[in-house]
Each structure stands twice: as C-alpha cells, then as structure tokens.
C-alpha cells in the first residue's frame, strides 16, 4: 500500500527530530506544576486546531475552558461533546501507547475514531462505513475519490500490517504513513480527518517521542490548512494503492520537525515567565504556588472566571473567590462583569512586576498599556532565547497573545 522515497530533505528533519528528542528527554527537571499546564496548554492547542478543521466552532480559548468543565454561554453542546470526545481519544491513544501487548489494528482505530466522535452512533461512531463517499474540492466538485465500502475492511487489515510490521521506519514516518492511509482509504462516514491525526500522534508515542512538543501536530495544520490539505494531492483523483505518497510523508516529517521546535521555542519564553511569576506570587504577594496559575492566563491576556481558575487548580468555590479577591486587591488582577459573568484580567501592576524582575522595566514607554508591555516582554524573552539556543535560531517564529 503506498510508497515513498526518503529524500535528502526527509533525512535532514527526521536527524533533527532526533536530536530535540535527545534534548527535550534530558532537560532540566521542570516543576510539576509547570508541567501539567504545558501538557493542558499543548492539548487545548491541538484539540482546539483539529476539531476546527473540520467545522467544529471553537478555538483554543474554548477549548480551555471546556477542558476544566467551564462551559462558554457561545459553544454548543454537540461541539461540546466533541471536544471533549477528542480529548478522550487523545487520552486513550496515550495509554494504549503504553502497553506492552501493543499492536496497530483496525479495531484500535475504531475505538478512537469512537472516542472523537463521542460515540455519536447518528454520526456513525464506532464502525466503518457502509457507503461511498467522496472528497470535495471548494467548487463543490469530486476532488478525491476514496476506495468502496466493500473493501475498506481489507485495506485497513493491510495498512495496520504494515504499522506492525514497521519497526525499523522511523517513528516519524509511521506517523505519516498511518495519517494519510486512513486519510486516503476513508474509512468512516465522518470522523476520518480527526482519526488520522489521532492515530499519527500515536505512531510518535510508540516510537519513543514521549514529550508533548511531539504529539500536538494539529496546531501546526491548523495554522497552514494550505500545505496540509495540498499534500495530500499526491493520492490522485480516485484511490490508488500504488499512489507514491512521498510528498505527503516530506510535508509531514517536515511539520513534525518545525512544530517540535516552535513549541520547544514558546516554552523556553514561557517557562521563564512562569519562574517570573512564581517568584512575584511568593516574594511580592506572598500567596500560594496556585497563583501563578491565574497569573500566567492573566499575563497572557486570557479572561479567567472563578469556574476555569478553580478548575485549573483544583480547589473549592470558595478558595477560588478568596484567591481571585485577594489578586485583586493586591492590583494584580482587574475584575470586568458582575455576578456568574465576572471575569478577570491583568491588571498594570502584574506587568509592571515582570517587567521589573526582568530588568526591563526602564525600556518601558511610562504610558505604555499592558497589551505593549506584555508583548516587549515576551519579545525580550524570545530574543534571549534565540541568542542562547540552536534550535530556537532556526525557528524564530513563535506566535503569543490572547489565543
């Protein structure tokens, strides 16, 4: 099924791919608490970026929220629902990456394709599909022909055979080859973008790529649909078996590779900022380690209501007031909304601390807002890590702000 030549350019990305494993396996312990919120960052980007793909309305902010149970007024609950099911098929494709009787097979992607489509059975979850379908291009028109119902069982027996039988391919190439056979073979009524991107994050767990700078590839799509849907031109206008897919697999070791960098890039800034915070919390406002918490979505101009911070760190309603008060008044945090709809935001204070700690206070214009101080900052930040760091150099193009 399919073939691809492992061209110069394929080789460069997958050596450095290996060498930002080495390096993000061996990096300074980080705090757990840090931790937690760079894997909750990295799964609200990914879930956020793949649902929408395919006309799921949220973005990451939703998602965010909907993952610590802070439903927004705006999102439905079918689009709930969804979220939440890809969330479960991300969770079940990392435990089953763990197993030691592991083995690719057509009911393993079933039970994630299951899962994405929260076991909708309207939307045919959980079984392959009975009829034909066909892929359209902008015009309305058949771009892409996938193979009949009557042999999608057959073609995914031999897809998984060849997963299994892979061990010496390079994980991120099982990765790329699993992602555009279920792509191409289309296996169910709906479900089937998301499906393949799961089970593509799975092929680097199970070769080994544990950090989770590797396995948020949907943020990468999510930002270049061009290249992404254009790569897999390389199937032809109707199912081919013996379709040469280098293309695709060259798109999409080299995305692997530069998304596992520009995520390496934003957390080296961010982690920095977070040290920042961590010590204003303690040696300025002499709070609690959770603070930091608030004050990092604060910072990053993400609005926080009493559900989505008690959600991020697990605490009761009331402690959940008490803190969020208590950053008020110390002038950190700036309260916007009355009642169930308050929300709160950074305050000039806040920016002012990080500036200061960073020795960047005097760079500041005195009547500068907090959406140009954040941002001097982050630059500063991104600017000391590409003088410091390799990898960062060669991938200077790392977004923030509100997202």
């Known amino acids: 099924m399919f073939f691809y030549t492992v061209t110069d350019s394929i080789e460069s990305d997958l050596c450095v791919l290996e060498s930002l494993k080495q390096r993000l396996d061996f990096r300074a312990t980080l705090s757990r608490r840090w931790m937690g919120r760079l894997r909750r960052e990295l799964a609200a980007s990914s879930i956020a970026a793949s649902t929408s793909m395919e006309g799921v309305r949220v973005d990451v902010q939703d998602v965010r929220r909907l993952l610590v149970g802070d439903a927004p007024a705006d999102v439905t609950p079918d689009d709930a629902a969804l979220v939440e099911g890809y969330r479960q098929a991300m969770e079940f494709a990392l435990v089953r990456a763990d197993a030691r009787a592991f083995e690719w097979s057509s009911d393993l992607v079933l039970a994630l394709q299951n899962f994405v489509l929260a076991r909708s059975f309207a939307r045919g979850a959980g079984k392959f599909r009975e009829g034909t379908v066909r892929i359209a291009d902008a015009t309305g028109g058949t771009k892409y022909l996938p193979p009949g119902a009557e042999d999608v069982s057959a073609l995914m027996l031999e897809l998984m055979t060849w997963a299994n039988e892979a061990a010496d391919v390079p994980a991120a190439i099982v990765s790329a080859m699993v992602h555009v056979g279920v792509a191409a073979i289309h296996p169910f009524r709906d479900g089937n973008g998301r499906t393949a991107r799961v089970c593509a994050a799975l092929a680097m767990l199970r070769g ?32 081919d078996g013996g379709a040469d897919v280098t293309r695709f697999v060259a798109t999409h070791v080299g995305a692997q590779r530069r998304q596992a960098q520009t995520v390496a890039v934003r957390q080296v800034v961010e982690r920095q900022l977070w040290g920042v ?24 101009c993400r609005p926080i209501t009493n559900r989505y911070y008690r959600g991020v760190v ?10 969020l008060a208590k950053l008020r008044t110390a002038g950190v945090l700036a309260a916007r909304g009355a009642g169930g709809g308050r929300e709160y935001v950074g305050a000039p204070r806040l920016y002012r601390l990080v500036a200061e700690r960073l020795g960047l206070a005097a760079e500041l214009e005195p009547d500068a807002s907090e959406d140009q101080s954040r941002d001097h900052v982050l630059a500063a930040l991104a600017q000391q890590a590409r003088d410091e760091d390799e990898f960062v150099a060669r991938e200077p193009s790392v977004r923030y702000g509100a997202q």
Request: charged share 25%; aromatic share 16%; hydrophobic share 40%.
């Open 314 to 323: 697990d605490i009761e309603i009331a402690a959940a007031s008490s803190d």
């Open 208 to 239: 080994g790529y544990r950090a989770p700078e590797f396995t948020g590839l949907e943020e990468w799509w999510g930002s270049h649909l061009g290249g992404y849907y254009s790569s897999f031109d390389c199937l032809g206008p109707v199912w």
């Open 277 to 300: 915070l961590e010590d204003i919390v303690e040696e300025d406002l002499s709070g609690p380690s959770r603070w930091s918490d608030a004050l990092f979505d604060a910072f990053m």
